[in-house]
């Protein structure tokens, strides 16, 4: 069996940052209360260890009575932190930046009375943090479909999308609002570290017969990466770690994929190896393939 891994996977930088912004937090206080609302990333082995540092991830904020509140890197809405604050509780912001970069343009446009149609996963809490930048003006979308049930006073428009949602389908959003909205305005929000995990593992959907997507059930981008696995054709297991994995699935696979989303950390990808190498496979170069036209227009800027 070979083992072909993406080229891209596992911690992206805004993951990487709030993660060691909540342990510095914890140096700096190695006593206090600190709570970090919403889950630092989805992922429950990062949750885990900071759990054993005494740092809770917590739903909402009547779970924190006092000491330090770290904004996750999805992010939150202002009213959040204003009642945060008025509670007396010291707010510390890991939101990542791509994330902050979304909330300023989303409140700018309000500013300017345009209507903002967002490209994502209603209730994910990095929608939720972005609908409350302008919460009369904000509207979650996730299909072109709903295009159609817009408005019929609607004018002046523009769209943005979640950080995590697939380029293709946003270019099919843009393509069937045009129609409508000839006039919209487009703001590609969707981070280049999302774009070229999209990117490798459309390359490993061409090659793998399966792919084992790493990271937790509860991640958008590790889910969209098994979306967009099966829309080229392999099949894609979602797995939180290399337990997961059983000898007698992998009978018969010739050649399998090993991805991750960018809130995987780095050991449970390695374990996810060790364990399909101990299981007999052997990790191979992906072949190399020519790029055609269409694979530009579904991945690029
Ligand atoms: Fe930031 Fe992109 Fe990573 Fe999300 S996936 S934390 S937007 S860099």
Redesign the pocket.
Known sequence: MEILLAREMGF????ER?ISLVYQAREEDPEGEICVLHEI?HNKHVIRELEQKSIRCVEALDEIPSGRMVVS?HGVSPEVVRTARARGLHVLDAT????TRIHRIVRQLAEQGKHVILLGDEGHSEVTGIVGQAPDQVLVIHSPDQVDTLPAEWEDVALLSQ??QDRAQFATMVDRLKTRFPQLQVFDTI?D??ARRQRAIRELARCCQVIFVVGSTSSA?ANRLCDIARDCGADARLIENADALREEELQGLATVGVSAG?STPEVLISHVVDRLIGFGGVVREIPIQIETSEDEHGTGH
């Open positions: 992206c930088f805004g993951v709030a990333v890197a990542c930046p791509l994330v950080t995590t981070c570290a999302t981008n960018a």
